[in-house]
């Protein structure tokens, strides 16, 4: 068995054998903390017991206006962000899990009529695949088969991240979405630490250096990788902190958009945009990225790329677009970011959109 191989074994091995609850964590990398949303709280109330307590994920990867989509999610494990998802997407909308871990895969099985019967669906909406999230023909999914992508705290566990990108983007509809929390380091980290089997399991192992995910993003398809969220994360494990002494880790949200026209920088070509509202989850106004907040009403400037993630994806009706891209006027102003994570808890600006792209 090579190296990878094993790798893989491992983790089939920690999160189907060893894992037996999320107590049985041995850092706080893999939990989500923060406010949620009122809806998200009461869907969460209505999953079953033991899948809720098979929970491994570091964010949260439910983004707005998902009602009706076609939602994938890689690395679904005991299915909570499934059954979460379920009820949001409603009974016109579906959600598939794809995981390797048949531990896993039995509980999310186990309780699909449960909640079918709880969401008052006739028909189930969520399926549950085993296979790898870095070949998901393998696992059936077709091109340009689903509306939205999720994962959770999975990404840095898969040995080929490059080869999950690709697939995401493969099996994304044009305009769609690729929404996902992960642990990034602030630098790359040796191969001895790498491939420590408890340090991967919780993990650390294979998360990436924040530059080496954006170039693997773009190389792609996903041309302008957005953040949404990150928080510094505190190990809580002295044996496990000595280890890593040196390296800082964070828990971080991204989206990224499915437009092939996207550039590799913010470019300025007069454009504005006004939130008209009718977001259910954001009402007055709408958070596109940790650094546009979009108040209703308001006329605010944005480049070339941001008018695309906004024009040409589900959020669509909910803009008036002012300009075109018939005249280039550079660079948009205040572009450029030195580091994309820092030590806050929260990168979260609700400060004034209107003047700033990035």
């Known amino acids: 068995m090579n190296d990878l191989s094993n790798t893989e074994a491992n983790v089939r091995d920690y999160y189907g054998k060893e894992l037996q ?3 049985d964590l041995k850092t706080n990398a893999c939990c989500t903390v923060g406010d949620m949303p009122a809806a998200i709280k009461s869907a969460l109330s209505r999953i079953h017991d033991e899948v809720l307590t098979r929970y491994y994920g570091c964010g949260l990867t439910i983004p707005t206006q998902v009602h009706g989509l076609d939602v994938l999610d890689l690395g679904s494990g005991s299915g909570r962000d499934c059954y979460l998802l379920s009820q949001l997407v409603g009974s ?5 899990g794809i995981d390797m871990t048949d531990e896993q895969l039995a509980i999310a099985n186990k309780h699909l009529d ?3 019967d709880k969401f008052g669906y006739e028909d189930s909406n969520v399926s549950f695949v085993k296979g790898n999230i870095q070949d998901l023909q393998s696992a059936g999914c077709e091109n340009e088969q689903f509306d939205l992508i999720v994962s959770n705290c999975v990404i840095n566990l898969a040995t080929d991240k490059k080869a999950v990108l690709d697939e995401a983007y493969r099996v994304l509809k044009n305009g769609g979405e690729f929404y996902f929390s992960d642990v990034y380091c602030d ?16 993990c650390l192992g294979g998360a990436l250096y924040w530059n080496d995910f954006f170039n693997l993003a773009k190389a792609s398809g996903f041309h302008d990788p957005r953040i949404v969220d990150s928080r510094r994360l505190e190990i809580e494990n002295a044996a496990i902190e000595a280890k890593l002494e040196g390296y800082r880790f964070y828990s971080v949200t991204h989206r990224l958009f499915k437009l092939p026209e996207l550039e590799p920088a913010c470019e300025d070509y007069g454009q504005a945009v006004v ?8 009402p007055s106004a709408f958070k596109l990225d940790d650094h546009h907040l979009f108040v209703k009403g308001k006329v605010s400037t944005v480049c070339g790329n941001t008018w695309m993630m906004l024009a040409e994806t589900r959020y669509r009706d909910y803009f008036d677009f002012i300009g075109d891209f018939s005249t280039h006027f550079g ?9 994309p994570y820092r030590d806050e808890t929260s990168v979260n600006s609700d400060s004034d959109s209107s003047a700033a792209c990035c």
């Open 21 to 23: 609850s999320s107590e």
């Open 92 to 96: 016109h909308g579906s959600v598939v």
């Open 114 to 116: 449960w909640h079918r």
């Open 187 to 202: 630098r790359r980290l040796p191969q001895e630490l790498a491939s420590d089997k408890e340090i991967y399991g919780e």
């Open 275 to 282: 939130y008209k509202g009718g977001v259910e989850e954001q």
């Open 331 to 339: 660079i948009f102003p205040g572009c450029g970011v030195d580091i």
